[in-house]
């Protein structure tokens, strides 16, 4: 079983729709991030929260929103989808425990599409 | 910002070191590099990091020069499965900032049969 997992894996929806992508980890660790790609470009941060009561904005954040329900599970909504919300969606954990090794663990993406 | 320089592809052939360079010329003391690789869409997957030393897993090397200025990923015996998009990241110690990883774009590397 992978130890991070996001659904749906692809999700077509309408302009205005409310959308909510979910992640799970069964590694145990603290910290989580939402990232998305959008063709040709690297991941960007758009969320990360590092323990339950911890959320904090990443570099575009505008437009989204999230939840950290319980250390494995950590939700990104999209509260009113528009078109240049279409892209890779990513998320990651990493560990607490080593400062200095920290790597980060990714789901395998889920797909958006907004028309 | 990434806050580092890569090519934006490189080709090599199959079995041969593939040599991926990195330029970070403004890194501190206190920030380690990573390297990150993703294939085709996939999640990107850990590969190695360093601080000052040079760096070796079962994965790759990396080398990094010593005024930290630059480094190097080495893959010693590409083979068609490295086919990747490769990204460098410099990342400040957790115990200073807890900053989480910042990606650039990365190099996108062919393995040619």
């Known amino acids: 079983d992978a130890d991070v997992t996001q659904t749906p894996r692809n999700r077509i929806t309408k302009t205005g729709k409310r959308i909510m992508l979910e992640c799970s980890q069964t590694k145990g660790h603290d910290r989580m991030y939402w990232y998305r790609q959008d063709p040709g470009l690297g991941l960007r941060l758009i969320y990360y929260s590092f323990d339950v009561k911890d959320i904090n904005k990443g570099e575009i954040s505008d437009g989204y929103s999230v939840s950290r329900q319980a250390q494995a599970k950590f939700s990104l909504s999209l509260e009113s989808a528009i078109p240049n919300q279409t892209a890779l969606y990513f998320c990651?954990?990493?560990?607490?425990?080593?400062?200095?090794?920290?790597?980060?663990?990714f789901g395998p993406g889920t797909r958006l599409t907004v028309l | 910002d990434a806050k580092t320089t890569q090519p934006p592809s490189m080709d090599c052939a199959e079995g041969r070191a593939a040599n991926l360079p990195c330029n970070h010329s403004t890194i501190s003391g206190n920030e380690y590099v990573y390297w990150y690789r993703q294939i085709h869409s996939q999640g990107p997957q850990y590969i190695i990091h360093g601080l000052k030393n040079n760096e070796t897993n079962e994965m790759a090397s990396l080398i990094i020069t010593e005024d930290r200025k630059s480094s190097t990923l080495i893959l010693p015996h590409a083979t068609l499965r490295d086919t990747a998009v490769y990204y460098c990241i410099r990342r400040e110690d957790l115990n200073s900032g807890n900053t989480p990883l910042v990606f650039g774009k990365g190099t996108r590397l062919s393995v040619i049969a």
């Open positions: 990651a954990t990493s560990d607490l425990g080593q400062a200095e090794y920290n790597e980060q663990f």
